[in-house]
């Protein structure tokens, strides 16, 4: 069994390093280069957009569409890693001196899963707050107002249309649903007209959506130039009903892997579902495991004793149709998880242990 920290460990971990690195800038590069071009389109015409701006967006939009496609970023990377060690005959030389095809999965097995902990751990968040950027951005775009702001937080935010130009970003800092009655607790209300400059700002201690109405208690009315109007109770009406609220909780990939469980864990309190966040909390967790299930179906393809011509083609064709294989099974599972049909974790872990165990019955019948 080759060791991690052997003189080919290092080499074979190193090599996987560095095909990820140039796998990964490829696909950067590509991506940005495809929204460039879509985000172009969008915006033909329209000079108030400047290049800054759609260099923004699509760095912002960037991390949303790595994180899709990592599994096959890794999977690439670790194909063109096995190839070029069998292609230079280094792979038959390692054989040779003994070593199993465990000892030389797993120096690159290890430093897969270097990557997705590092990815998860430290990307995600980051890739988190682009997010939120990339909606700030995604919303002036729509209202052709560079100036406009989009709120995103744990809590609710909901902006709607009051007329006459006036506008309402309502927000809460806790939900409760009770006997069909949802209670906010810490309840803000701003309205600002069509270029977003505060008219009133509305402060409740608590408040009940019934019918259409927010009603506050313990009302304090905020205008410029005007003192403090402080008030017991306040009927707003709003256009917030249930189903809305839970259209507008903030999306999962706006959320670092170090706030989901605080982010679970304040929903479930609130009675709304939580199955989302689940969702997404629990495929990170899995992510640096199936990016190693991905490992092993690289090597089904890649790890030959002779590259015959024609080979790498075929190994190209193998990979991609089995790599979309595997990510559109793990998306119409994901699926069915999302909407309760079958159990979170079973959806989130399934794709990478029935990939895993093929691949290694496939190893092992070779070993044989």
Known sequence: MMKPNSILGSYLIKQTILSFLYVLAVICAIIMMFDMIEILRRTSGRHEVSV???????????????????????????MITFWKISKTNEFVIIRAAGVSIWGVLTP????????????????NPISAKLFEVKETLSYRLKTDNPNAFLFSNKGLWIREGKGQDVVAIINANGLNLQDNVLWLQDVS???????????????AFVATLEDGVLNL?????????????????????????????????????????????????????????????????????ALPFLLMAMVLVAG??????????????WMIIFGIVTGFA???????????????????????????????????????????
């Open 52 to 78: 800054g701006f759609l260099l923004q967006y699509v760095i912002a939009k960037l991390p949303e569409t790595v994180d899709k496609v990592i599994p096959f970023i890794v999977m690439v990377a670790t």
């Open 108 to 123: 690159v097995l290890l430093a897969v899963f270097a990557i997705g902990m590092f990815w998860v751990a430290v990307i």
């Open 189 to 203: 209300i701003m309205e600002t007209d069509e270029k977003m400059q505060v008219i009133r700002r509305i402060e």
């Open 217 to 285: 208690k313990d009302v304090r009315i905020y205008k410029s130039g005007q003192k403090a109007e402080i008030i017991n109770s306040l009927a707003y009406p709003t256009e917030m009903n249930l189903q809305r609220i839970k259209d507008n909780f903030i999306d999962p990939e706006a959320i670092s892997i170090w706030n989901l469980p605080d982010t679970i864990r304040f929903y479930e309190t609130s009675g709304f579902s939580v199955l989302r966040y689940q969702m997404r909390y629990l495929s990170l967790l």
């Open 300 to 313: 089904i393809f890649s790890l030959k004793a002779s590259q015959r011509q024609g080979g790498v083609l």
């Open 326 to 368: 595997v990510y559109f099974t793990s998306q119409v599972i994901s699926a069915f998880g999302i909407n309760a049909y079958i159990p979170v974790w079973f959806a989130v872990w399934a794709p990478a242990i029935v990939v895993a165990s093929l691949s290694i019955s496939v190893y092992l019948h070779r070993e044989e």
